[in-house]
């Protein structure tokens, strides 16, 4: 990953990857403006509400409870000029590549550019040997589960594996593959010695 300009990081526990957070990249950066994509594994780490209650700095929650569609949206949007951008990753090729696959677009969207930096947290679970593993993976363990948590209506939901459906509630949009951080160093991965996530 680092040949590939991405920073990276090795903890032991999500509880280590909170106080990496907090001790580390947040004192280097010094950011002003935070949001997150939705990420299970980021959640993990507690720093969430860390971070909300802090007053140095402004949050921008698209996942706040009570908000409108329009408004979670926007704030999506917004979330693309922040300082540093929290979120997961759907997989990681062993030769150092990250593979994401979303609904909207926001979450790929604020790893690959926007904000001024990308956390993103990878449990070890995620990581696979070549980008067919890292589509299968995604398709037929992180998508299904997700649409699940998120009591979508699709046939993965009832299936637990990919049925390339054209459902509404569909979660499945947008693939990426992010080959290497650009400039080096703006992708921060923190790979945590867990399986946590989806």
Do not use: H
């Not at 990420?39 to 993990?44: A, E, K, L, Q």
């Not at 037929?140 to 054209?166: G, W, Y």
């Amino acid at each position: 990953m680092e040949k590939n300009n991405f920073e990276v990081f090795l903890v032991n526990s999500s509880s280590e990857a909170k106080d990496l957070v907090l001790n580390v990249i947040i004192p280097q950066l010094d950011p002003k403006i935070i949001t997150q994509g939705g990420s299970m594994t980021f959640g993990s780490t507690e720093l969430g509400p860390i971070l909300m209650d802090d007053p140095r700095f402004i949050i921008i929650n698209p996942y706040e409870s009570g908000i409108t569609p329009a408004d979670a949206y926007e704030r999506r949007r917004q979330s693309l000029l922040s300082d540093i951008y929290f979120a997961g990753s759907n997989a990681l090729i062993e030769d150092g590549k990250l593979v994401n696959l979303d609904g909207v677009g926001n979450r790929i969207g604020g790893i690959n550019f926007g904000p001024k930096n990308a956390v993103l947290f990878v449990g070890r679970n995620k990581i696979v040997p070549d980008v067919e593993s890292a589509m299968v993976r995604v398709k037929n363990i992180a998508a299904p589960i997700n649409a699940m948590r998120l009591d979508k209506k699709t046939p993965c939901v009832a299936t637990s594996f990919c049925q390339d459906c054209a459902s509404p509630d569909r979660i499945c949009s947008f693939w990426t593959i992010t080959e290497k951080s650009f400039p080096k160093n703006r992708i921060k991965v923190v790979l945590i010695n867990e399986d946590l996530g989806f």
